[in-house]
């Protein structure tokens, strides 16, 4: 008896393939072939080659229901110690973000409480926080540093961010975000601390393995467009790639800067301007755009979605879930949020969650429903793609499979 040639195979399944040219990709009724942890076959199910039964080790039937490729969070902070519910409170009581930050609150409050943490309970407290977005059908993440901002501190958060991976099956993907906020100890010493970021605390950390990628925050409360550069050169050296909290606040050129280092993302983007645009769009680098802070600090400016459209820049959705500017724990409804508040199409903030958040972090090999792909799949109680983005709440997911093996949500 021949043995058979897939492990698993799934038919009678809504397939949102993210890619050929219906909308979604979707083949209506179809089957979806899994072997060695990536997708071996995927197409109708009356194409499927012969009797199923003959062809994969374990057959399921999945009765008509949607299937997209796992869920993709480019940007979290998710890493932290404590929380800031209280500023929650200061700013629904008029104070602004800068206020907050400048009084020695926002970044800073979570630095402290970071650093007083030891690694196991820093990880004690992170888990919760990836076990939620696994929930929610996240099988890919991206996590920076930045609430340590000195080496021992910054180099616990990565290790941490790399067991939570180790831990639930995910894939996780690390930022160092030593530009993020000035501690207190470098206030009078800016140059300094900049030093110590691009010529000791990076090479250090990405000669350990624990990074994948290099972020800053350009901003007036954070870093200058020059000091973000001396950073960026040192990742060039090193051949690590860079992406950039830009244009969040204000228009300081982030974007720009970022495009010329053929960065990965830029994300916010709530003042980006036409010359950022084009810049981003000659680069090829992802617009991640990020509907929890905006909530959550009651922001009214929009980012230019329209002109990112008119100039083909691929638009990203992520949950920026950080304990003070978004709490957010749910990217499927960061999508939902990223459609109400920024007008995306339901299709547009699904592709910002798969296909264009892989893009994003530089990972060509998941965010589509295509053979050879990563087996990384997410199963859902629902039928129409776009009840992913309409439901408001609710456990939508079924279960989500890791490089072909299942997880129960």
């Known amino acids: 008896m021949t043995a058979p040639r897939w492990d698993r195979l799934l038919l009678d399944a809504r397939l949102a ?4 040219p219906a909308p979604y990709g979707l083949i209506e009724h179809g089957a979806l072939a899994v072997h060695d942890g990536r997708i071996a076959w995927v ?21 008509g229901a949607l299937v ?19 500023e929650f409170d200061l700013r629904l009581n008029g104070a602004s973000y800068e206020d907050i930050a400048r009084a020695g609150g926002g970044i800073a409050a979570t630095v402290a409480a970071t650093r007083a943490l030891d690694e196991d309970a820093l990880l004690a407290q992170s888990l919760p926080r990836a076990q939620a977005l696994l929930a929610d059908g996240v099988t890919t993440l991206e996590i ?8 021992a501190a910054e180099r616990r958060m990565l290790r941490v961010a790399r067991r939570l991976g180790e831990a639930l099956g995910l894939t996780v993907r690390t930022s160092f975000l030593g530009l993020h906020a000035l501690p207190a100890e470098y ?13 000791t605390m990076l090479p ?45 606040l204000s228009d300081l050129g982030g974007a720009a800067l970022v495009a010329e280092y053929r960065g990965l993302s830029a994300d916010h983007l709530e003042h980006l301007s036409e010359d950022g645009i084009a810049a981003m769009a000659a680069a090829n680098t992802v617009a991640v755009l990020l509907p929890g802070a905006f909530y959550a600090l009651r922001e009214t400016r929009l ?25 957010l724990l749910s990217l499927r409804l960061a999508a939902g949020m990223a459609c109400t508040l920024f007008r995306l199409t339901p299709e547009e903030a699904l592709r910002g969650i798969t296909a264009n958040a892989a893009r994003a972090l530089g990972l060509d090999d998941r965010g589509t429903l295509v053979a050879g792909q990563r087996a990384d799949l997410a199963i859902w109680h629902a039928r129409n793609p776009a009840e992913l983005c309409y439901w408001i709440g609710g456990a939508l997911l079924d279960r989500v499979y890791l490089a072909g093996s299942p997880v129960e949500a």
């Open 187 to 199: 206030r009078e010493r800016r140059a300094d601390y900049v030093a110590l970021v691009a010529d």
């Open 17 to 20: 393939t993210f890619a050929g």
């Open 303 to 327: 980012p230019p979605v329209g002109r990112l459209r008119a100039h083909g820049v691929p638009i990203a959705v992520a949950t920026d879930c950080n304990p003070g500017t978004s709490p």
């Open 144 to 151: 920076k540093s930045g609430y340590g901002l000195e080496p």
């Open 43 to 63: 197409g109708p199910l009356d194409a499927l080659p012969r009797e199923a039964s003959r062809l994969a080790a374990h057959v399921e039937s999945l009765d």
């Open 68 to 86: 997209t490729p796992g869920l993709i969070d480019c940007h979290t902070h998710l890493v932290f110690g404590g929380q800031r519910a209280h």
């Open 204 to 248: 250090a950390l990405a000669q350990d393995g624990l990074v994948d990628a290099v972020d800053a925050f350009c901003e007036g409360i954070g870093f200058s467009r020059e000091e973000t550069r001396r950073v960026f050169e040192r990742a060039r050296a090193l051949g690590l790639p860079v992406k950039l909290h830009a244009e969040q």
